[in-house]
Nanobody, 123 residues
Framework: QVQLVQSGGGLVQAGDSLRLSCAAS????????MGWFRESQRKEREFVAT????????IYADSVKGRFTISRDNARNTAWLDMNALKPEDTAVYYC????????????????WGQGTQVTVSA
């Protein structure tokens, strides 16, 4: 089973950028489809982005499309979420997740999760 450890996040102003990292251990990252989700007080855990094993295909939630970029480097066993033009409504705890199934949009499609990292965007 893969273990995921996240880093990045913090407090930024609207319009700023942040990069979240997700480092894998215990297994090869290339065996997994990777996803990012977020959870806030206003919303249950929701889909943000996902990327196929080789990184050829990415899928985004409409709310982040054009602003966020998911990427991965299997040789470095790391995935990232680059967030640009951040908005206050992006404030949430962000989670990376790994799946052996498909590029799903449901949290139930992912069996392995990072610990979560807080992103706070002030107006």
């Amino acid at each position: 089973q893969v273990q995921l450890v996240q880093s990045g996040g913090g407090l930024v102003q609207a319009g700023d950028s942040l990069r979240l990292s997700c480092a894998a251990s215990g297994d090869t990252l290339g065996a997994y489809i990777m996803g990012w989700f977020r959870e806030s007080q206003r919303k249950e855990r929701e889909f943000v982005a996902t990327i196929t094993r080789e990184g050829y295909t990415t899928i985004y939630a409409d709310s982040v499309k054009g602003r966020f970029t998911i990427s991965r480097d299997n040789a470095r066993n790391t995935a990232w979420l680059d967030m640009n033009a951040l908005k206050p409504e992006d404030t949430a705890v962000y989670y990376c997740a790994a799946s052996t199934l498909w590029t799903g949009r449901s949290p139930s499609d992912y069996a392995n999760w990072g610990q979560g990292t807080q992103v706070t965007v002030s107006a």
